[in-house]
């Protein structure tokens, strides 16, 4: 098993989110945040990636049928008729296993801040957000891809359960693919989960960054953060989140992984701020107001912009292939006005 605990104390994560803050930098009624890294140049360099025409999805499958990686909670309904096919489709956006683009007010900081300084309440209607939701998203990602496979940059075949990935394994990753991340990129990163999970069984449990890596993803100009971790799931974020149940919220190397039953309405690992831990609850190290910093750091605090659950197996293989871990990059959301998120379908085109 990884290591699990961060060195971080809640002080540090407070100030770490205040050094990366892009609050104001792109004016007071930014809806973009990180997306605003990707120039006319950028796109026009991009493109000119796309040499091969070799094209891979990067989407998880949307199936109503549960799967341990995406537990089926799908409305999809058929409606035949003698002339045609109808059917519908009603699922909820940040669920486990489903691809998707997150906006930038998705996710408050501890103290319920959501990018550029405004409150969450504030945001937040019965009818959808007033501001920074995916709507202003609409007009597409469509930049240089980078793929950081961390754990070939280390050597190994895929990272452990709570793993921490540091600012150094970035870099790591960067130099076994030959590249350079640089402002405007998509950083995919790689951590072997579904290769793990594979050899060994489902843990929910999962590797992710941490501060100093989210530092890093701000130093570069990162625009968009994605690939097969949405954020480090501890036993403290899994309790937290409702992946298991308390007395089984260790992490277990065999990729058991506990109970992993899902609260009703749970939307793991891609949930708002959670609460404050007791230490009674806690066998992850002292309290925490951030469980899942990625998301309560990256989005609320950088405007970054998250793509949850991609597939990066097959990238990963391609790019290996090839030796090129650059490409074009493409991914749309639906155009849902005042909505958090949007099911996508990314694009690898070498």
């Known amino acids: 098993m990884g290591d699990v605990r961060s060195a971080w104390s809640d002080e540090e994560l407070d100030a770490l989110s205040m050094r ?18 990707i120039s006319e140049a950028k796109r026009r360099n991009a493109l000119g990636l796309a040499t091969s025409g070799t094209v891979l999805s990067l989407a998880w499958p ?10 089926g909670e ?4 058929m409606f035949p008729s003698p002339m045609s096919a109808d059917d519908y489709l009603g699922l909820p956006m940040h669920q486990q296993g489903l691809t ?6 998705h996710v ?22 007033t501001h920074g939701s995916v709507f202003a998203q609409r007009g597409g990602i469509v930049t240089r891809g980078v793929l950081l496979d961390v754990p070939a940059g280390l050597g190994l075949d895929w ?62 100009e990162v625009a968009v953060y994605t690939g097969d971790m949405p954020d480090r799931v501890t036993p403290l974020a899994a309790r937290i989140l409702g992946l298991v149940d308390d007395d089984d919220a260790a992490p277990d190397a065999s990729g058991d992984g506990g109970d992993v039953r899902r609260h009703e309405g749970s939307d793991a690992p891609d949930a708002p701020a959670a609460p404050v831990a ?50 074009l990059f493409v991914a749309a959301p639906l155009a849902i006005a005042g909505g958090t998120a949007s099911p996508v379908n990314p694009l690898a085109i070498f």
């Open 62 to 71: 949307i199936t109503p049928h549960a799967t341990p990686r995406q537990p």
């Open 108 to 129: 408050a900081a501890p103290d319920g801040t959501v990018y550029n300084g405004r409150r969450l309440r504030d945001v937040v209607t019965p009818t959808g957000l």
């Open 278 to 327: 007791s230490e009674e609850d806690d066998r992850d190290g002292p309290p925490t107001r951030y469980p899942l910093p990625l998301h309560q750091i990256g989005i609320a605090a950088m405007g970054l912009v998250l793509l949850d659950f991609c597939r990066v197996e097959e990238l990963a293989r391609v790019c290996r292939e090839l030796q090129r871990y650059e490409f």
């Open 74 to 77: 799908v409305d999809h309904r």
């Open 159 to 220: 990272l452990e359960p709570g793993q921490e990935i540091r600012a150094e394994d970035l870099d790591a990753a960067a130099r076994h693919g030959q590249v350079e991340v640089s402002a405007g990129d998509v950083a995919v990163v790689r951590g072997g989960t579904a290769a793990r999970e594979e050899a060994l069984g489902r843990n929910v449990f999962a590797p992710g960054l941490g501060p100093d890596a989210i530092e890093w993803l701000h130093d570069h």
């Open 100 to 105: 998707h683009l997150d906006c930038v007010s």
């Open 20 to 37: 990366v803050s892009n609050t104001g930098r792109w004016g007071p009624d930014d809806e973009l945040g990180t997306l605003n890294y």
